[in-house]
């Protein structure tokens, strides 16, 4: 009796570290798919522990759900680990946290659960089109910025290529009238001798 119950302790002490390190295989949300603690997220991800921290407060700020051991710790499952990935290329690429987050699970309020697994291969196909469709408008909006910013440019260029010339131009007056200055100071230099 007495091995029996210290084995049942040692079961609850093993499963309370599982829980605890976020190993568990069985969690209490009915998945059958292994969640990592943030540790290893970060190790995968060759990124510290407040990285994956800041970017997943802000994934949460948009609606991704990241679920949670008992002790409140976050565990992330092989999608979490695929969004944080996707949310570091954006950043890499010069994005903010906030944009690239934005970019990767789009608005909330419009879009049910993007980050979440599809129902079907349909609802999965429409959450990708949604997306696709963000980044693409996305992108329109920079190639507008960038189109505007070059016209611009093209404009102070004009501009400052006409304020050379007319620099220019006075420039070359003023050599006009020291050369005709010096050339009457010469002549009456010579009278004067």
């Known amino acids: 009796m007495k091995n029996a119950m ?8 093993q499963a309370t570290q599982r829980r605890e390190s976020g190993l568990d295989e069985e969690l209490s949300a009915g ?9 290893e997220v970060a190790k995968t991800l060759g990124v510290t522990t407040s990285t994956i921290r800041k970017y997943s407060i802000a994934l949460e700020q948009r609606g991704h759900d990241i679920i949670r051991n008992d002790h409140n710790r976050r565990l992330y499952l092989d999608k979490d680990v695929t969004t944080l990935r996707n949310v570091m290329e954006y950043v890499t690429s010069g994005l903010s ?5 934005k970019a990767v699970v789009g608005d909330v309020e419009s ?26 408008e996305y992108i329109e909006g920079q190639d507008q910025q960038a189109r505007e910013l070059s016209g611009k440019l093209d404009y102070l260029i004009d501009k400052l290529q006409e304020r050379d010339e007319r620099e220019q131009e006075r420039l070359l007056v003023e050599s006009e009238k020291r050369s005709k200055w010096k050339f009457w100071q010469n002549l009456f230099e010579k009278w004067r001798k």
């Open 6 to 13: 210290e084995s049942d302790e040692v079961a609850k002490h």
């Open 31 to 39: 998945l059958n798919e292994r969640a990592y603690a943030s540790g």
């Open 97 to 101: 946290v906030e944009k690239a987050v």
């Open 111 to 136: 879009v049910p659960a993007v980050g979440a697994p599809a129902r079907d291969a349909d609802d999965g196909r429409r959450n990708s089109d949604v997306v696709v469709g963000r980044l693409m």
